[in-house]
C-alpha cells in the first residue's frame, strides 16, 4: 500500500517527553526521508490550542540537528505543515469522534493507518487506550499504540494494566517502549556478539568473571520529584533498561533475528534469573552538598517529595542467572541519579590467565591485569577492550593498554535518537525493540518481591553527597563476589 497514509497521534502532546523527544524524533525522521510520504502529525492534549499555536510550539522543539545541510529550515517548514492539533479531554470519546473525523479528512480516502503515542500519565492510560481504540480506529489499515513506563509498580498492578490494555487491543497492536532498546550500542551488542568468532565462545562461565551494568547521571530529580518518589531508581531504570540491555547480553543465540525469536530468548533469560533479595541490593539517597561555592540541594528538599521520604536515588544490586551458561557469574548493576557523571556502559571482567607466565611483569594487581570489554552506551559511544600489551623497549614490562572503536573517530555519521528508530520501527511494524507482555511480567517477577520487602520494611538508603560516586554500601556489595566495580579505576 504505497498510497496508504500514516497519523501519528501524540496523546500528551504538551508534556515533556513530548517536546523533548517524539517531535524532534519524528521531525529527525521527515529529514532523513524515513516517514511515509502520506503522513500527519496530530497533537492532542487537554489545553486549548490553534493549529497555528501548535506549530509554533513545536517549532521550538525542533533543531536542525543536521544542521550542516542548508535545507534544515526549510524542511521544519515542510513538517510543520503536516501537524494538527485536536484538544480534548483523554476520556472523552465525543472528542476522539471528532479527532476521527478531522483525521479522516486528511486521509482523503486512502488506505490509513494510525499510530497512537501515549505520552500521558499511567493513571489516565486505559482510559486514553478505550476511547482511542473506540473511536479514533476508523483507518482501514493498522491501529498501533505505543505505551511507555510506568507500566504498573509491581507484578500485580502490571497485570492488572496488561489486562486493561487487552480488552481494547490485541498484544500485536501494542508498542511498548523502552528507550534503551532504541540506543545505537544496545542494538549492537547482538551484532558484536553473533556476527563475531572471537566473543560468543568467550561468553560464558568458563570465561566470564563478572559483568556490569552501570547507569549513572550527574543530575538530581529536581522538577519531577513528585513523580519519581512513587516509583524510585530501582523501577525507574533497573527493572526496564538495565534489565533488558542484560537480557540481550545474557540471552542464547536466538533461533532468527525476527522479534519472535528474539523476545523467546530475553524471556528464557529473565525467567532464569534468582528473584532478588534485601541481602542483594544496596540503595541511597542523595543529600545536599556544597562543591566549589555552588550548593545542590538533597533528594528531600524537592517540594513534591514527602518528608522523610525512603524513595532510592541509587541502588545497586548483584543478579545471578541460574542456567547453565552463568551459573555463578554475578551480574552486578548500579544505578543513581546525582552521581559525579552523566554515563551508561557495560563493562565484562574476564578471568584470570590461568599459569603465571607473565604474572611478574603484571605488578601485583593480577585482578586489574584481566581483560576487560567495556561498551560504552553513552555518551562518547565506544567499545573497547583492555589488553597486556609490552611496553616497547629492551626491557619486559607489561602495560594495560585498549583496543579502542571509539564511535566519533570510525564513523562520521550522527547516531540517530533513540526514539527516532524505534517510531520508525512502530510505523514499520517491526517488534524486535518492543517489549512483550511476557518479558514484562519475567521483569516484574524478579524485582517485585524485593520492592516489597525494602517498602514493608521501611529499610532506610544509605546517604550519598550529590556528585558523589554513591553510598559505600556499593562497594561492600561487590566485594562479597570479589568484584571490583570497573567504572571507578
Ligand atoms: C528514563 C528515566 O526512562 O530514562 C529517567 O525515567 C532517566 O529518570 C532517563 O533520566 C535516562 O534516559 P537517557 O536516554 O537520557 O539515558
Redesign the pocket.
Known sequence: ENDATVSIIVVGASGDLAKKKIFPALFALFYEDCLPEHFTVYGYARSKMTDAEFRNMVSETLTCRIDKRVNCVEKMDQFLTRCFYHSGQYDSMQSFVELDKKMKHHEDGRFSNRLFYLSIPPNIFIDAVRCASMSASSGNGWTRVIVE?PFGRDSESSAALTKSLKLYLEEDQIFRID??LG?ELVENLSVLRFSNLIFEPLWSRQYIRNVQMI?S?DFG?EGHGGY?DNYGIIR??MQ??LLQILALFAMETPVSLDAEDIRNEKVKVLRSMRPLTLDDVVIGQYKSHTKGGMSFPAYTDDKTVPKGSLTPTFAAAALFIDNSRWDGVPFLMKAG?ALHN?K?EIRVQFRHVPGNLYNRNLGTDLDRATNELVIRV?PDEAIYLKINNKVPGLGMRLDRSKLNLHYAARYSKEIPD?YERLLLDAIGGERRLFIRSDELDAAWTLFTPLLKELEEKKITPECYPYGSRGPVGAHYLAARYNVRWGDLG
Open positions: 513506563k528507550h534503551y540506543k547507569f547521571e530529580t519519581f525507574d531504570i526496564n533498561h541519579k552523566k551508561a553513552q533513540a
